[in-house]
């Protein structure tokens, strides 16, 4: 089997897969939920973290084009071989990030080296 007819095998199923697996960890968070099995035991952990709020920053700054950086996707599109319709939204169509986002540098004058 050619790699490409692999692939437009596997997407849908992979798809499937996670939409069930969403389920089953939903069903995680009911009061009624079975955590253990005679072959697993499910632990549920609540987990903090800080993040950055960019909707609070002064309207200069989101406004300022010098803070922006752009980001590259290789972007992975199946569709049957003798399909000829342009690409649509629904398709097998997959973002890889190719290109990690680069690590915060500064070129100002007196900034403290990265």
Known sequence: MEPVEEYAQ???????????????RYGFFQPSARLRS?????MLRLQARRVFVKRRLPAEILRNPANRDQRRSMIVTVRPADDTRPEQDGQLTEPIDLFPPPRFTTTHPGAAPS
């Open 10 to 24: 596997l997407k849908p199923q992979i798809t499937q897969l996670q939409a069930r697996t969403d389920q089953v």
């Open 38 to 42: 005679n072959q697993a035991e499910t």
